[in-house]
């Protein structure tokens, strides 16, 4: 996130937003997609 800032060393906040965007959103789809088999497996295991 240092390469988002301006020569001044200011912060350029609509780069740092899109970035942190592009960082959260696949993490969040892989465990939505994941998030199927965790239950399923707790399910056939018997964990409570």
Known sequence: ?????TSAGT???NLQAAASVMYVV???LIFL?????FVA???TTGLK
């Open 41 to 43: 497996g707790m399910s």
């Open 11 to 13: 912060p350029v906040a």
């Open 26 to 28: 696949p993490i969040l």
């Open 1 to 5: 996130m240092s390469t988002y800032v």
């Open 33 to 37: 997609i994941a998030q199927r088999g």
